[in-house]
């Protein structure tokens, strides 16, 4: 049987990440309150060059507690651009807001040309979001916040050390925020950072999580390596871990069904749990290395599409940027044929980034005030999408094969 090959499964724990999470479960006194958390935010402070941070149990979390601090109230609209999660847009329903959807660019991220004319006197906030790791034309974003008096919120949870014009993304933003789930640039399987950079926005205490969900996100590195996993390479291993997913054992849903229907759960808008910031600690410690294998497998990508008729999004020259990479997406016809191909060859590439313009495809897009016809070029995006993995899990065999199969 070949190896198989994941998307987003499990994509940055490492046997450390794995024994340092078993050793977590059973130092319940750890779990709640500690110096870990403050040791995570003194860290990204420094490491990023960053004014103040504060770290949460997840981005929507971090979200959530941005809106409050900009006094979101029922009414004010926050743009967003047209191809997101709904973990960006439930925050600001929940909140009252009203999100107003602008259409793309050929990179995935807002069209800065588009922001200016959906400004109304009911504009709140517009919300930058660097999509799989590309950093958006921020600067000029920026200008557009500063002369209409808005506004501007970095999100930043694909792009954990990327770079605009030689500076990291989160620091344009009047606020931002990282997320460290399950499949982002590093993760503690839930969190999120708050980075504050107007110092007239402040953000209040939250309260913890319940040490159950804690320790449900505790068990998630363990299960993953030591039965998921061994069990996927059978079929009913794979029907037990789906059985499971449907479930939402252990967290394994980054996004449960109540969300695509509009609605938060109540473990969001708490503050991150000590344990989880002595995984996220654990995990910023390897952050140059994952980012430099990301930028190599790339640059593999680009090499072996060249001459094939699949299409990249993202350009191999960077300009005035530098980015990370999270996910490789390219654009090909009948996506859904494909992914179904790929699994006979035990490649799982479908991590849920596409179908439609609010992700996952489950989502019910009325509920999230989308309007079809609103981000034209998001929705024709959406329908040919496939994104490839980075991580740094993956050999240049793994690429190499993943390339082949797709240009078969």
């Not at 950093?135 to 920026?142: C, G, M, N, T």
């Not at 200008?143 to 993304?169: F, P």
């Amino acid at each position: 049987m070949s190896k198989i090959i994941f998307s987003a499964l499990f994509p940055n724990f490492e046997k450390d990440d794995v024994f340092l999470s078993l050793k977590l479960i059973f130092s319940f006194w750890k779990w709640k309150n500690g110096p870990g958390i403050k040791e995570l935010e003194l860290t990204f402070q420094e490491k990023f060059g960053f004014n103040q941070c504060f770290s949460f149990n997840s981005g929507r979390s971090c979200l959530l507690a941005i809106l409050e601090s900009i006094n979101i109230k029922k009414g004010d609209e926050v743009i967003v651009q047209g191809f997101t999660c709904n973990a960006v847009i439930n925050p600001i329903i929940a909140k009252g807001g009203k999100p107003v959807f602008i259409d793309l660019k050929d990179n995935l991220n807002i069209d800065e040309k588009k922001i200016q004319a959906a400004i109304s006197s009911k504009t709140k906030a517009v919300i930058v979001q660097h999509t799989f790791g590309w950093p958006a034309e921020i600067k000029e974003i920026s200008d557009i916040c500063k002369d209409n008096n808005i506004y501007l919120i970095e999100d930043c949870a694909h792009s954990l050390g990327a770079k605009y014009d030689n500076q990291y993304v989160g620091s344009f933003g009047d606020i931002s925020f990282f997320s460290l789930g399950k499949d982002k640039i590093i993760s503690s399987v839930f969190g999120g950072m708050v980075i504050v950079n107007n110092q007239e926005l402040k953000i209040k205490e939250h309260d913890f999580p319940s040490n159950l969900w804690t320790l449900n996100q505790l068990f998630y590195p363990v299960l993953m390596e030591y039965l998921f996993l061994p069990l996927f390479k059978f079929r009913i291993g794979r029907l037990f871990y789906s059985l499971m997913f449907e479930l939402n054992i252990f967290s394994l849903r980054s996004v449960v069904k109540k969300e695509n229907q509009g609605i938060l759960p109540s473990y969001f808008g708490k503050r991150m749990p000590n344990a989880l910031a002595i995984l996220a600690l654990n995990q910023l410690r390897k952050l140059e290395r994952f980012n430099k294998r990301r930028k190599e497998i790339a640059q593999l990508y680009f090499k072996e599409f060249k001459n094939s008729s699949i299409k990249t999004v993202f350009n191999e020259y960077y300009e005035n940027k530098e980015p990370v990479f999270l996910k490789f997406p390219i654009l090909i016809n009948n996506p859904d044929k494909v992914l179904s191909d790929l699994r006979k060859d035990n490649i799982f590439l479908n991590d849920g980034w596409r179908e439609t313009v609010i992700v996952p495809p489950l989502t019910n897009q009325d509920k999230m005030g989308y309007k079809k016809g609103e981000c034209l070029l998001g929705e024709k995006i959406s329908k040919q999408i496939l994104s490839l993995p980075t991580h740094a899990k993956l050999s240049n065999k793994d690429i190499k094969r993943i390339a082949l199969a797709l240009k078969k």
